[in-house]
């Protein structure tokens, strides 16, 4: 089989850049992420392994439930309790202390010499998940001087000012911190895609949009909080996924007997029953607030999360050429003319050591069945194969149809591959 070499103009390097849209929804401290209840499996009540309203970042253990057996172990059982590698049901990483001296990367040096011996078996695990949260801060917290969140944020927070001097945050009042980890949007949130819905019983009462794309998000419409449309109630922080919220006004005038929502903040404390407005959205997403506890008295109260993500996948379009002269021979048996198995043995000699030549099967089309019209050389190419420069195959590009290759034919096959 002949390789061929690709040229400098054979090979480009791209990048796709994508929005995908991501929708949370938060009710009775539950996470709905895009709209997915529970996955009942065959094996687990929820397929995905992980808390509804999470993602699996490594998608391993789907639909794979605990083994409750403490003897089942992977591979052969030894006399040995302590160096069998227990069969928990789900798919870990373990090592075996040894002179080898591996370990996991969160292991520390001193907890790795003095925890084990040698021969003990050091397991990790899979089962590794995400989802956004929300903290909240009083103004006692002072976010945005010696809280260590606010701390990590406030560089960011200063260098987007550039955008507006809506980023100036004052912490006096209070602020709700939502997160979102990069999984769900990749490098950036897209800009003016932000959009988030703070519900009573079902209504609208306020929304907030960064309409302007500059990441104040101004309150654009809703039932309540009216003489405050087109302030602005809080800020996006569009690489590091994070919403801040300012916005103390109350989103429930006309919800008499629910106008109070309890709270908790960052660390657990309980806060004081108070107005429902933006400093509460978000209540109940993985927040330490359990339940229905703090919800309005009359009614219920529910948020809504949308987005739009930037991820950036590198791309590689690579050219391979079948050209005129080339590839019309195949090692394929049904290329030569059926009948000449006495010919597959070589002619030998005491000086001499020669192949017989072997006719080659005419599959090319005529006017007349007999006689036939004059050979050209055909093959099919069916798959194309790309190896690095040690000659190892490292993909397979296989055609959805062969394709007809002649002597007198030029073919160029574009081949992509999203990294």
Partial sequence: MPLHKFGKSDILYNQIKTHPSSTFFIYDSNIYYNNRAVETGKNVTHVPGVPVGHVNLLELNVDRANNDDLNSVIGVSGSIASLNVKNNGFIYPFVIKG???????????????????????????????????????????????????????????????????????????????????????????????????????????????????????????????????????????????????????????TFTNATKIGDKDYTGTAVAAANSSWLNFGFGANDKISGSTGNLTNGSASFSIDFAGTHKIPTVTMMAHANKGELNYSNNPTYVKSGQDTLYSPITGSHLYREQQLEIKNIHSASYADPSGSLVKTTYITKVGIYDEKRKLIGIASLANPVKKTENRDLTFKLKLDI
């Fill in 99 to 253: 002179l080898s001296q591996v370990a996991f990367r969160d292991m520390t040096r001193e907890e790795f010499n003095n925890d084990f011996d040698s021969g003990d078996i050091l397991t990790g695990s899979y089962k590794m998940s995400s989802s956004i949260s929300r903290q909240r801060y009083l103004g006692s917290h002072n976010f945005l001087t010696t809280n260590h969140t606010g701390s990590a944020l406030k560089n960011s927070l200063d260098y987007a000012k550039r955008l507006g001097q809506h980023y100036g945050l004052d912490d006096s009042g209070g602020l709700n911190v939502i997160q979102i980890p990069s999984i769900f949007y990749g490098s950036e949130i897209k800009k003016g895609t932000v959009d988030l819905k703070y519900y009573i019983t079902g209504n609208v009462v306020g929304r907030l949009k960064d309409s302007r794309q500059d990441g104040a998000l101004i309150q654009s419409a809703g039932t309540e909080g009216l003489d405050y449309n087109d302030e602005i109630a809080g800020v996006v922080l569009y690489k590091e996924g994070f919403i801040i919220l300012s916005g103390s006004w109350n989103l429930a005038t």
